[in-house]
């Protein structure tokens, strides 16, 4: 009886045979070929390379579909390299300007990870709305365009498949998508990898359980040297900004070009991008070395030539930092010559030259808050007929702010352009434990103060302050309806996307008998409306002359009566935005009073609030006109023939109740 044996031959790896001599059997090429392949080990790989490798781009997903190429953006080489498993570096910061291919970078190293070096993997958007449509345009088509990906990660229709919307599940590892809003996705699993994505606009604490940056990261510690974590965001305001934060205390890279003339290394700044006055197509770039001007077109070949440069030295020497403008956008992208005509089309409004900076030049903006001189807003102060809602008022909020012996309202009208009239100022005598307080304030709710063209206008929206007693101010609210009335929380800190957020279900009591739910708290980022009540305030006024040419008020612009007197000027610039250092010498904006009393800017802020909840910031152009034909408060027009077309007065019996909530609007 013969016994099979086996040799290895160095040119045909294990043959199988028997005493008769070595035979091959059918399909033992297949098994052999199959037995090497996985023996052999994988390659070794940095996440660009994988990118170049395995990575398509789908036509939902990418403006460029197809084979991904690092070469359209050379700047992002070193980036993802760094998240590779043989750099020694932990923390990888990138503080950039918008679609300059970050996020794609990102989505490379999920690749990457799932691929070669599976591990548990933490992925944050600012909330979990945001992780549900990542996981659907983003996570999704990179599964399914790549053959070896889809191998690794089995289908959501599969039975058992491990893979939803928020979890992919794949062999060594799982990838776990979550809000920075939700507490309970941050602290839900250990994780080796974590991709904290725009992590400026997270809130400034999950869920109220602290920092979500700081709660991410705490997953990853048990990893030690093993971990990585990608940080990502365009920034926001200096001294809140999150990624500017960690920028600062890393090596601050830069990503250095040569002159195409003269070769001078330099990185790419915004004053050297110059252009004629009105003609943003004559947009060229002035080297620094030579001052010759540098055509678009030398853009290529100029990022091919770049290198990352560190211009500090790092606080923390396994966090390496990088900073990007969108003045490196690859040909096809983003111009020089529409960065220009954005800079030019920004003059004038501190919130276009805002989101520029951030958006553009992927910088911090500097907030004013600079407290306005009272005695120059005395000065400032118009005359109209008292009591009397002015012809460009169309709608009416009140902010009211509840203190322990009175409650203290002020009634604002509100145009277009958020255009605003203080109209009245009523301070009711009690605290919240006095029943009558509460009653002249439901009273307050039911009166109404004439219009200019003849119509009344009742109070649309009330945002009334929880800070003192909030049971008692859940209570009344309760009472009165949400529809016109919105309790209120201040909370420190910018939120100009969303700066009030809600409402969120609360407990009141009635009656002795506590309600789960009972209340809808409304949250406030104060500081977002302080700086912009103190910018309105500092807007320049046309004179009387130009006014009588037709040249209107700026947008925003805040008008006080002459009845206003010195103490309530005081009290709305009562504030002073203040940049103050952290125990760990981190940079942080902070309001501090410059007198004891407020309440006027409090109520101020609680007013503008309530404009928001009504929807004054998201309202179609239709709808102002609609209220101004409501109100016959249309802009006045001078005809082909030079006649002067008043508005016509309001209509009998018409309301905004429908625009504005049940009991707001006019009778």
Known sequence: MSVPTSTNSPSSGLIFGDDDGLTDFDGASEILRSWGSGLRPDPDLT???????????????????GRYRTGRTPYMREIMDRLSPGDPMQRVV?????QVGATEAGNNWIGFAIHHTPGPMLAVQPTVELAKRNSRQRIDPLIDESPDLRERVKPARSRDAGNTMLSKEFAGGILIMTGANSAVGLRSTPARYIFLDEVDAYPASADEEGDPVTLAEARSLTFAHRRKVFLVSTPTIRGLSRIEREYEVSDQRRFFVPCPHCGVMQWLKFDRLRWQKGRPETAEYHCEGCDAAIAEHHKTAMLEGGEWRATATAADPTTVGYHLSALYSPIGWLSWSRIARGWEAAQGSDEAIKAFRNTILGETWVESGEAPDWQRLYDRREAWKPGTVPACGLFLTAGADVQKDRIEVDVWAWGRGLESWLVDHVVIKGGPDRHDAWSELTALLD????????????????????????????AWSRAQGFAQVSPVKGVEGFNRSSPVSGPTFVDATEGGKRLRRGARLWTVAVSTFKAETYRFLRLARPTEEERAEGAAFPTGTIHLPTWVESEWLKQVVAEQLVTVRTKRGFAKLEWQKLRERNEALDCRVYARAAAWIAGADRWPDEKWRDLEDQLGAAPTEIDSAGRVNRPQAAPQGKRQSDWLGRRGGWF
């Not at 390379?49 to 579909?65: I, K, N, T, V, Y």
Request: charged share 25%; hydrophobic share 40%; no cysteine.
């Open 94 to 98: 990138f503080m950039k300007a918008a």
């Open 47 to 65: 996440v660009s390379e994988w990118a170049d490798r395995h990575r398509m781009l789908s036509g939902r997903a990418s403006a460029e579909p």
């Open 447 to 474: 009166r109404s103060w004439p219009h200019e063209h003849g119509a009344h206008l009742r109070i649309a929206r009330l945002a009334i302050d929880t800070g003192y007693e909030a049971p008692a101010v859940y």
